[in-house]
T-cell receptor
Framework: SAVISQKPSRDICQRGTSLTIQCQVDSQVTMMFWYRQQPGQSLTLIAT?????????ESGFVIDKFPISRPNLTFSTLTVSNMSPEDSSIYLC?????????FGQGTRLTVV | KNEVEQSPQNLTAQEGEFITINCSYS?????LHWLQQHPGGGIVSLFMLSSGKKKHGRLIATINIQEKHSSLHITASHPRDSAVYICAVIYNTDKLIFGTGTRLQVFP
């Protein structure tokens, strides 16, 4: 199993600023995933981050808006850049050796 | 049509009642998650299963791969069980599709 610490748990940010969300795992994992849940919507995959390679983004998500780092097998960050109120969502990381198996607690972001 | 359908969308219950939440999916999967999302947004993984049945405390999850269906049962429900319950399926090894969730409210 893996225990994930996701920070911050919530934040309120000004539009035009950026927020970096961290996902720390207590063991080495191959794959890390970042999801977004907009108000009233299902969770949607933003990108998959594997150590040693560039993140793979899903349709509708771009690196300039959501840059991801994966410096090692236990850590990843997702940055929400140049935020607007439409970015107000819950952001969630997930990890696993072959697919998403364990989940962070989520980050509730409100952009004002 | 969503690839993962949950029912009901909303559910209210009296404390002590037995609760069932259903999840049907249309894709071939390798495993299925049940997640609990608290009112503040925090998410807890309850189960990951690929066959049969799992039990943890008052929670029971079952899956029928042939019928593409899973159920989450809560026995002796309690107000602290009030949350959104989300079914998510894993296909193509690493792709996760989430259901829209079932909002459960348990009243004392």
């Amino acid at each position: 199993s893996a225990v994930i610490s996701q920070k911050p748990s919530r934040d309120i940010c000004q539009r035009g600023t950026s927020l970096t969300i961290q996902c720390q795992v207590d063991s080495q994992v191959t794959m890390m995933f970042w999801y977004r849940q907009q108000p009233g919507q299902s969770l949607t995959l933003i990108a998959t981050a594997n150590q040693g390679s560039e993140a793979t983004y899903e349709s509708g998500f771009v690196i300039d808006k959501f840059p991801i780092s994966r410096p090692n097998l236990t850590f990843s960050t997702l940055t929400v850049s140049n935020m607007s109120p439409e970015d107000s969502s819950i952001y969630l990381c997930s990890v696993g050796q072959q697919g998403p198996a364990f989940f962070g607690q989520g980050t509730r972001l409100t952009v004002v | 049509k969503n690839e993962v359908e949950q029912s009901p969308q909303n559910l209210t219950a009296q404390e002590g009642e037995f609760i069932t939440i259903n999840c049907s999916y249309s894709v071939g999967i390798s495993a299925l998650h049940w997640l609990q999302q608290h009112p503040g947004g925090g998410i807890v993984s309850l189960f990951m299963l690929s066959s049969g049945k799992k039990k943890h405390g008052r929670l029971i999850a079952t899956i029928n791969i042939q019928e593409k269906h899973s159920s989450l049962h809560i026995t002796a429900s309690h107000p602290r069980d009030s949350a959104v319950y989300i079914c998510a399926v894993i296909y193509n090894t690493d792709k996760l599709i989430f259901g829209t969730g079932t909002r459960l409210q348990v009243f004392p």
